[in-house]
């Protein structure tokens, strides 16, 4: 069983950065591949940024196209832990920021983690 717990969401200015986490505890970390997912209100869950699984420090990342060049994901294997780096936000950004593994387990999901941003 995996426990996925995100957190490092807040009230933001629009041009300003934050660092989500997501703690990873269960099964062996570096053997998935994760993603972290928005979801705004009123709309669906959707993609935002993934990271391969990786062995040793060789791994690979993809990004919603909204967010390429804004938005930084990476891990530390050593902490089970992913991270998403954003910057310069958008109130478009405004979401809630969940991760789980790539393909998602449904008994995953966490809570996750709001972002606020205000123009």
């Known amino acids: 069983q995996v426990q996925l717990v995100e957190s490092g969401g807040g009230l933001v200015q629009a041009g300003g950065p934050l660092r989500l986490s997501c703690a990873a505890s269960g099964r062996i970390f570096s053997w998935y591949s994760m993603v972290w997912f928005r979801q705004s209100l009123g709309k669906e869950r959707r993609f935002a940024a993934g990271i391969t699984w990786c062995t040793g420090s060789i791994y690979y990342t993809d990004y919603e196209d909204s967010v390429k060049g804004r938005f930084i994901i990476s891990r530390d294997n050593a902490k089970n832990t992913v991270y998403l780096h954003l910057s310069n936000l958008k109130p478009e950004d405004t979401a809630v920021y969940y991760c789980?593994?790539?393909?998602?387990?449904?008994?995953?999901w966490g809570q996750g983690t709001q972002v606020t941003v205000s123009s």
């Open positions: 789980n593994t790539n393909p998602p387990t449904d008994t995953y």
